[in-house]
């Protein structure tokens, strides 16, 4: 599976549309596998192990597919912050 997908407004290579936000939102704090032009959603799920059982159930190649978290707004603590 490729690591992510390219996210709106980074240069890739096709100026194709990507998943709207808004259809994103309803997969917050989950997995989401993109097709590999990153225009649609092919499995989504709480674990990567999840998402490639839909992958394979559906007869999507996860290794052509493209994977992102989705964030689910929750401030993601670092440094200072856990000490």
């Known amino acids: 599976m ?6 709106m ?10 998943v709207p936000p ?3 939102h309803k997969h917050r704090g989950r997995w989401v ?10 499995a989504s799920g709480v674990t990567l192990a999840e998402v490639d059982a839909q992958l394979h159930r559906a007869g999507e190649d996860p290794e052509e597919v493209l994977l ?3 964030a ?3 401030p993601i603590l670092s440094g200072s912050e856990l000490s």
């Open 22 to 24: 808004e259809d994103l």
């Open 68 to 70: 992102e978290r989705i």
């Open 2 to 7: 490729h690591p992510t997908r390219p996210t």
């Open 72 to 74: 689910d707004g929750s």
């Open 9 to 18: 407004g980074s240069s890739s290579e096709s100026s194709e549309a990507q």
């Open 33 to 42: 596998a993109f097709s590999a032009d990153g225009r649609r959603i092919v």
